[in-house]
């Protein structure tokens, strides 16, 4: 099967994929805590992947955002508990940045959420003062390289949609000029949909994400 297969594959079972992937991390810490002890963080962690299952398939990428800002907040409070320290640790951190990447609009309340429990957790693990002021500036850091790539100062060589979204762009490139030509879609919703999908590939027009998508599709289709 070929690598593209694969991934059109996965694309397809997202919901699956992923969801079978939480219960085998739900399934190892479990183990792990019949063999080292169960503790509040192995039986946090093994709770938030199972949750991770209902929550997918009942509010499928909606569900997404709120699901991994919980899940990084709950990331900082257990590594805080860990004995690596908290100050060089930036797993809740990637977890934002997915946020980000999912969910535009909750970039703020990301960025609240995490410096504040963060900052809550320092003062609960009276961890040194420097650490603190060094994770603040590394994750400073970090979040600016991630916003400059998003905002597309890295060109991207291929569109990242939802199936939802492609749906209407099928549309769109078949020659419907005016939203509410598209069917299967209220104009709020394609408004919506279109918008986001620009945001997340750059900030780029409605003209420039439509005329992207269509020589993705004229390249595809010439192999």
């Known amino acids: ?33 019949f063999y080292e002890g169960f503790n509040t963080g192995i039986l946090i962690v093994a709770f938030m992947n199972l949750i991770y299952i209902p929550v997918v398939f009942l509010f499928k990428r909606h569900g997404f955002s ?4 919980a899940y990084a907040v709950t990331l900082v409070f257990l590594i805080s508990m860990e004995e690596t320290k908290l100050f060089n640790n930036y797993t809740a951190l990637f977890m934002v ?10 970039e703020i309340l990301s960025y609240f959420c995490y410096f504040a429990s963060v900052s809550i957790a320092f003062i ?22 991630t ?19 492609k749906m209407i762009l099928d549309q769109l490139c ?19 949909k279109l918008k986001a999908a620009r945001e997340r590939n750059g900030n780029i027009s409605r003209d420039e994400l439509v005329e992207k998508y269509r020589k993705e599709k004229e390249y595809k289709s010439s192999f």
């Open 174 to 192: 078949e020659g419907k000029v005016y939203q509410k030509e598209v069917e299967g879609f209220s104009e709020n919703t394609i408004y919506r």
């Open 1 to 33: 099967m070929k690598v593209e297969e694969i991934k059109k594959y996965l694309d397809s079972y997202f919901n699956v994929f992923t969801s079978v992937l939480s219960l085998v991390i739900a399934a190892l810490y479990i183990f792990r805590g």
């Open 97 to 106: 940045c997915i946020v980000m990447m999912i969910q535009p609009k909750f």
């Open 66 to 69: 709120v699901f991994y800002l």
């Open 147 to 165: 916003s400059y790539i998003l905002n597309s100062h890295f060109e991207r060589k291929k569109l990242v949609l939802f199936e939802d979204e």
């Open 124 to 145: 609960i693990d009276d961890e040194n003062l420097i650490h603190f002021f060094i994770h603040i500036v590394r994750s400073v850091w970090f979040i600016s390289i």
